[in-house]
């Protein structure tokens, strides 16, 4: 109930007032109330005034709402009833209507401000004004008003005037203004787990104004409110300043260009596009971020003086300026020459933010400017492009203008407001031109054998109905990385299963990783970090398809860029990375070498998601949203750091990865499990770098296959042999007449030649007087096995491994799969990752399995988080009635029984 002030605008309804005159306005939200500065109607609604008392306190009152809302608050039974039968009891009020009008006539009238902590400021307030928005579907047909926490209220507000009044902070925290309810949250949810007051703001002010006599009805309200999504908590809308690029001032030349460019389908030009144009509104330039491109203005504390800059050379002479005023000590730029456009150069500035945040310039009047602190929406770095990629103005003039506008861009209608925009709208407000010529469309989509389709044939394949069995981004991906998008695609739905199960899988997976293990250990993503060399190999790799990627789509090759983006998740990232660093994540407690993990894979899932987006929008969209809690559409495009692309890390953790992926090939052949160690793989180097670059894996690969000892050998050493065989097929094409000398040449090679051919690629002859070249494709080289060890090869690369196994090697398998079988449990019984356990094992008779358990005890107790003692895991018995009894297969012979109990400890 706001009370209404007398005075001239509001005479008409003190005319024979029964009490005090109240406006009566509603809210869901009592914590904005005080930072209400008016009350909104709707100036072609009919209102009316009445007289009644108040529920609460039982005084007197007149009261103003809509008429649309009368039943709403009032009882027909106290409709017109005698006011000196009231028992004050806030039953049966009696009330009668004795006033009509229009919402028009209150506008203007002044009223009380319901709670004095603090004076709005920044313009008028505490009167009523008009707006369109309001409605009588519910509430009072008047609408409480806080500009600083909606966005109606805000334009209705601006509209008129009125001014502002937070009184919430960025936590959603009371201000000290507040009195006795400051520091209090407004939101009961927002407090820690077990702290929020049994009553929420929203009661205590309720209560506090049915105190006041400013409560005309109090009740619980069930209505839609957002909440965030990931924390399932209610969302504070919060006034933030930002910067506008005025574009409705230039919107029927953004909508007579458009008629200009050749839409293909039209329709989308003339639909879709021009409706956006048709109702466009001003753009949001800024955005609230940590880092990025900065707004290029700098302005006095005061707001007086503002200066935009146009260029770094610009940006140099004012910096100058700012040091001989005594405002800066030094120019941070010092080294940089704006005449020098070389990459070299700009390789010496960073104008990214908070960089640039350092730099505080002087105003004309001799003032301090400091930079404005939001960034420029990085929409404007899309529709910028053009400009951009020419340095232009500032270089490159003839270049630009040969080559702007595009003749054609193309891509998916759902950058319709988006790049489309964003170039259409630069280029209309800086070049008065339109950005691109055409829109052109994709190749056609065949059947799987590479017919057009067509109903008449049968071959059609619905694309709605593809889309909501697999997802537009498992759909989108498969077509880009199948085929170019100018290219003619040969569509079998098979091939989006895969999309589906290799990439989205893998990052899914990889993304559920990393948010597990993050969540449990609070990363912030701030602590020192000490990267691993596992770690430099991850962003070396990163950055090398960041610029891979980067480079294509430049190119117009979206297929290379997704075939590595693919690769790079599925091979690189989760196969390799996630799985190598697996126990980083989980042990110990968060110091420099987690923190460096966590960033490192935070990291690649952030870059992978901006690369992605261009391809699987939505899928990556909500991967970058979980990861940063922004938009990944409105990220900055990466760009690779070449520092960080190290080419002899890379080539030897590839060489690793083939390395491992043999002697796994083998074990599969051969039948060991991973799990079971062995003793000895041998390899052969064919050169001193490969030699070099197996010593510095060495331990990395050990680990990864299981194998207790690597041996390096030289290639002439006779414990392994290769066999060389002339492909007669390839010869014959190439050799003509002389392929059968050159085969009898190939066939004499010893293992030196063999190896100078595997590791060159090539090798000269001389045969029947002429000089021939014989090509690594033209023969096949393979290993001959010896007893006791399995050999594979691949190209150069060979690999011995010793496939005996003696008792120790067998125990500690036994330990592995234990381990293994343990750890299965422990989920399967929804046991939490970082919960302890009781662990005993039961002695089933086999001395080996003993033996296995003894020596072992350390490894499976700490491997499987177990406070059992290590020398009472094995037990003799174990209570059949006890909890937790699980039978346990380790192989095709051997089986135990274990005690697996959650401990209280």
């Not at 200009?260 to 144009?277: A, V």
């Not at 770095?381 to 630009?400: R, V």
């Not at 899914?508 to 000490?530: K, M, Q, V």
Request: hydrophobic share 40%.
């Amino acid at each position: 109930m706001f009370k209404v002030k007398p005075d001239r605008a509001s005479e008409f309804l003190f005319k024979d007032a029964f009490g005090d005159v109240f406006i009566l306005a509603w809210t869901t939200t009592p914590w904005t109330l005080p930072s209400n500065c008016a009350l909104t109607v709707g100036p072609k609604l009919d209102y009316v005034r009445v007289k009644t008392f108040n529920p609460y306190t039982h005084e007197p009152n007149t009261v103003v709402l809509a008429k649309a809302r009368l039943n709403a608050y009032f009882s027909e039974k106290g409709k017109d009833v005698s006011f000196e039968d009231y028992k004050k009891d806030g039953k049966s009020i009696p009330w009668t209507v004795d006033g009509e009008f229009y919402g028009h006539q209150l506008e203007g009238i002044r009223y009380e401000q319901l709670f004095s902590y603090a004076q709005p400021t920044g313009g008028d307030a505490f009167k009523v004004i008009g707006g369109d928005f309001v409605t009588t579907e519910d509430g009072t047909g008047v609408v409480h008003t806080a500009p600083s926490f909606g966005a109606d209220d805000m334009r209705v507000a601006r509209q008129h005037g009125i001014g502002t009044l937070t009184l919430v902070d960025l936590q959603g925290r009371f201000t000290p203004e507040m009195g006795e309810f400051a520091g209090k949250y407004v939101k009961n949810e927002y407090y820690p787990a077990g702290q929020a007051p049994e009553k929420s703001v929203d009661v205590e002010l309720s209560i506090r104004l049915k105190e006041m006599g400013r409560a005309f009805k109090v009740e619980k309200y069930e209505h839609n409110y957002p909440h965030c999504w990931r924390t399932d908590k209610p969302i504070l809308y919060y006034p933030l300043d930002s910067w506008f690029v005025r574009v409705t001032a230039k919107k029927d030349r953004l909508i007579a260009l458009n008629k200009t460019i050749n839409w293909k389908p039209e329709s989308t030009g003339t639909g879709r596009f021009g409706n956006w144009l048709e109702n466009l509104q001003d753009w949001n330039l800024s955005r609230s971020r940590y880092w990025g491109i900065p707004l290029p203005i700098w302005r006095t504390e005061d707001g007086d003086e503002e200066l935009c800059i146009g260029s770094l050379k610009q940006l140099k002479e004012e910096i100058a300026r700012a040091v001989k005023a005594g405002v800066m000590t030094a120019d941070p730029y010092a080294s940089f020459d704006p005449a020098d456009m070389s990459d070299a150069n700009y390789d010496r500035v960073d104008l990214h933010r908070p960089y640039a945040d350092n730099i505080v310039l002087v105003s004309p009047g001799g003032k301090p400017m400091k930079r404005e602190t939001d960034l420029i929406d990085v929409w404007f770095d899309s529709g910028a492009m053009p400009y951009a990629q020419w340095h232009y103005p500032f270089e490159n003039e003839a270049t630009f203008k040969e080559t702007f506008p595009a003749d054609f861009i193309a891509e998916g209608v759902d950058q319709t407001r988006g790049w489309f925009y964003t170039l259409h709208a630069i280029a209309t407000l800086t070049q008065d031109s339109v950005a691109y010529k055409a829109v052109v469309s994709n190749g056609l989509v065949l059947d799987k054998v590479g017919q057009k389709m067509s109903k008449r044939l049968g071959n059609a394949v619905d694309p709605f109905k593809t889309l909501d069995a697999y997802g537009a981004d498992a759909v989108r991906w498969y077509m880009i990385s199948n085929a170019s998008p100018w290219d003619n695609l040969k569509f079998d739905a098979e091939g989006i299963t895969e999309v589906q199960r290799k990439f989205f899988r893998a990052l899914f997976n990889t993304y559920n990783f990393f948010a597990l293990y993050a969540n449990i250990d609070g990363f912030d993503g701030n602590g020192e970090a000490a990267l691993t060399e596992s770690d430099r190999w991850i962003l070396s790799r990163l950055n090398s398809v960041m610029k891979l990627a980067d480079a294509n789509y430049a190119d117009y090759e979206p297929t290379v860029a997704a075939r590595a983006i693919q690769d790079f998740v599925v091979e690189d990232l989760s196969n390799w990375y996630v799985r190598l660093n697996r126990r980083r994540f989980w042990k110990g407690e968060l110091g420099a070498d987690k923190n460096a993990a966590f960033q490192t894979l935070k990291r690649c899932l952030e870059v992978v998601a901006m690369l992605s987006a261009p391809i699987a929008p939505f899928f990556t969209d909500r991967l970058y949203r979980d990861l940063t809690a922004s938009s990944v559409h409105l990220s900055n495009w990466p760009k690779h750091n070449e520092a960080l692309i190290d080419a002899e890390l890379e080539a030897r953790t590839a060489l690793a990865q083939k390395l491992t992926s043999l002697v796994l090939s083998i074990r599969k052949k051969e039948g060991h499990r991973v799990r079971q160690p062995l003793q000895q793989m041998m390899v052969p180097v064919t050169d001193a770098t490969m030699r070099t670059r197996l010593e510095a894996i060495r331990e990395l690969v050990l680990g990864e296959v299981n194998v207790k000892e690597l041996v390096i050998l030289d290639a002439s050493e006779s414990k392994l042999t290769k066999k060389i065989k002339p492909d007669f097929k390839k010869l014959g094409a190439r050799m003509g007449k002389l392929m059968k000398s050159v085969a009898a040449a190939v066939n004499g090679f010893d293992q030196a030649q063999i190896a100078e051919l595997e590791t060159k690629g090539a090798m000269k002859l001389t045969v029947e007087g002429q000089e021939v070249e014989v090509l690594r494709d033209d023969v096949e080289i393979s290993a001959e096995t010896i007893p006791g060890l399995s050999v594979a090869a691949d190209g150069p690369l060979t690999v011995a491994l010793d496939i005996t196994l003696n008792d120790a090697l067998l125990q500690e398998g036994i330990a592995r799969e234990l381990v293994s079988r343990i750890q299965t449990l422990r989920k399967e019984s929804g046991f939490e990752i970082t919960d302890r356990v009781q662990l005993h094992i039961l002695d089933n008779g086999d001395a080996r399995f003993a033996q296995a358990i003894r020596t072992h005890a350390p490894y499976i107790v700490a491997e499987t988080l177990a406070v059992t003692p290590e020398d009472q895991v094995l037990v003799s018995t174990l209570s059949p009635e006890g909890p937790g009894i699980h039978e346990v297969e380790l192989d095709e012979v051997l089986r135990c029984a274990l005690s697996l109990v959650r401990s209280a400890n």
